[in-house]
């Protein structure tokens, strides 16, 4: 069961790390993995009652490799720490499966009350590098928490959350459902702008205005198609074909492209 668990958290590392070359490089040179192995085995002793000696094994397990995950801290199967220095976990943080933390994370509390004061993390969550996740939070399935950002508040499934303090920039609740087929990506990129609303280094508001604005548009074609074909099936007459929105091929844009400098050249040259 060890074994088939570090084998398993190995090659998860492979999806998340371009830089992963092979299995005995990712064993032997990833100090978030080495973490995490450490706090297995500390966890077992700290469910034990061998508290101290937990406590003992995972302060090692600092100075071996920059990470702090306290002993009574949860954590599931697929987690991925990259870089990992700076890292702190609590004692009541609870992690999901196949989560990403990357170095400077830290899961702490806001309290020194005894009980739960540490965030909770869904499946999915990844976590910039920097980010502050603070208290007891309930941290939604697949949510994204961006670099240096201090979360105070819970993120719900999906989301994007950005700033200090934590705001929510982007859900993806409407981006499901006008993701169908592919056709929002194209739409989007035909208009040249982020189509998820948020970029990697860019939240920009227009964007996400003009964003929502495409999936609203998106979602009411669908719906205004779907209650004409009802209404045809009960045998009216109404609702002829929408026209289709044209996206053409890249390769064809790029020789327009082409050609509309050349033409400008020209102009100039005459």
Not at 166 to 190: L, M, P, Y
Not at 216 to 231: F, G, S, T
């Amino acid at each position: 069961m060890l074994f088939r668990g570090i084998r398993e958290d190995i090659a998860s590392v492979y999806e998340r790390d371009p830089a992963a070359r092979h299995f005995f490089e990712v064993l032997t040179n990833y100090p978030g993995l080495h973490a995490i192995w450490i706090h297995r085995f500390s966890h077992c002793l700290w469910q034990w009652r061998l508290k101290w000696l937990a406590r003992w094994i995972s302060t090692i397990a600092r100075w071996l490799t920059g990470v702090e995950i306290h002993p009574g801290a949860k954590i599931g199967r697929r987690f991925f720490i990259d870089h990992g220095m700076g890292v702190v976990i609590g004692e009541t943080a609870e992690i999901g499966d196949d989560c990403t933390l990357y170095h400077g994370v830290t899961l702490g509390g806001t309290s020194w009350k005894a009980g739960k004061r540490h965030p909770t993390l869904a499946n999915g969550v990844v976590i910039g590098a920097g980010a502050k996740v603070l208290g007891p939070l309930q941290i939604g399935e697949h949510a994204r928490i961006g670099s240096n950002a201090v979360v105070v508040k819970d993120v719900p499934a999906g989301a994007t959350v950005v700033g200090i303090p934590g705001r929510i920039v982007a859900t993806s609740s409407v981006k499901a459902a006008a993701d169908k087929d592919g056709k929002r990506e194209a739409i989007a990129r035909k208009y040249g702008f982020d189509a998820y609303a948020v970029s990697a280094d860019n939240p920009d508001p227009v964007a996400t205005s003009m964003g929502r604005m495409l999936d609203h548009m998106y979602i009411l074609d669908e719906r205004v198609a779907e209650m004409c074909n009802a209404i045809n099936r009960m045998g009216g007459n109404v609702c002829s074909e929408l026209p289709k929105i044209e996206l053409e091929d890249e390769e064809v844009l790029a020789e327009k492209d082409k050609a509309e400098k050349a033409r400008s050249q020209m102009e100039s040259e005459e």
